[in-house]
C-alpha cells in the first residue's frame, strides 16, 4: 500500500525528470539542426543520443511510473515486450 505523500512525491519527480529530459534534448537537436556551424560529426552523434534519450523518455519513464505505483504488472503483454525491447533485456 502507498501513502498518499509518497505517490504524490513520484508523480512529481517522474513529471519534472520527463520535462527537463524533453526539454534539454529537443533543445540539442533544434540548435544542432538549425545553426550550420553545429552541423559536425561529434554534434551528430549527440544529437543521435539526444534522440535516443528522447525514445527512452516517451516510451520508458511512465510505464516505470505505472509499475512502481500499481501492484503487479498491469499494463498486459504488448508493453511488457516493448519495455524489454527498449531496454535492452
Known amino acids: 500500500e502507498h501513502v498518499l505523500w509518497e505517490v504524490t512525491l513520484k508523480v512529481v519527480f ?51 511510473l505505472v509499475d512502481d505505483l500499481t501492484e503487479g504488472w498491469v499494463l498486459g503483454a504488448f508493453f511488457c515486450k516493448v519495455n524489454s525491447f527498449a531496454q535492452g533485456k
Request: contains cysteine.
Open 14 to 64: 517522474y513529471s519534472l525528470i520527463v520535462i527537463f529530459s524533453l526539454i534539454g534534448n529537443l533543445l540539442i537537436i533544434v540548435i544542432v539542426m538549425r545553426q550550420k556551424r553545429m552541423r559536425t560529426v561529434t554534434n551528430f552523434y549527440i544529437v543521435n543520443l539526444a534522440v535516443a534519450d528522447l525514445l527512452v523518455t516517451v516510451c520508458c519513464s511512465w510505464v516505470h
